[in-house]
């Protein structure tokens, strides 16, 4: 399995983004999928993800309202769509699928992506 992110970049504060990520080698539709998140000298925290064949979608209480992750299994991608980005939302965005049903943490999560850069400007 290996996961491919994308859509990382150089943003301004307040402006909206969105972050995709593909799998080969398997399908989502088997997997809880993730995006996790990482900033310079903090560790990987969970930002949404998708259990239980996507039937249940959780949400980090700071991404609450400005978040939205979504999974197209035909299509095998799973997306996440930011608005409203603050300076603090600087971090490396993981992609992840678990091959357990349900899974928050990110020893939960058996594939990563490499990870895709958002850098919001105040």
């Known amino acids: 399995v290996q996961l491919q992110a994308s859509g990382g970049g150089l943003v301004q504060a307040g402006d909206s983004l969105t972050l995709s990520c593909t799998l080969s080698?398997?399908?989502?539709?088997?997997?809880?999928a993730g995006w996790f998140r990482q900033a310079p000298g903090k560790e990987r925290e969970l930002v949404a993800a998708t259990v239980w064949a996507g039937t249940r979608k959780y949400y980090a209480d700071f991404a609450k309202g400005r978040f939205a992750i979504s999974k197209d299994n035909g299509k095998n991608m799973q997306s996440l769509q930011v608005t409203s980005l603050k300076p603090e939302d600087t971090a490396v965005y993981y992609c992840?699928?678990?091959?357990?049903?349900?899974?928050?943490?990110?020893?939960?999560?058996?594939?990563w992506g490499q990870g895709t850069l958002v850098t919001v400007s105040s």
């Open positions: 992840a699928a678990s091959s357990h049903p349900y899974g928050l943490g990110p020893r939960d999560y058996h594939y």
């Open positions: 080698g398997g399908t989502f539709s088997s997997y809880a």
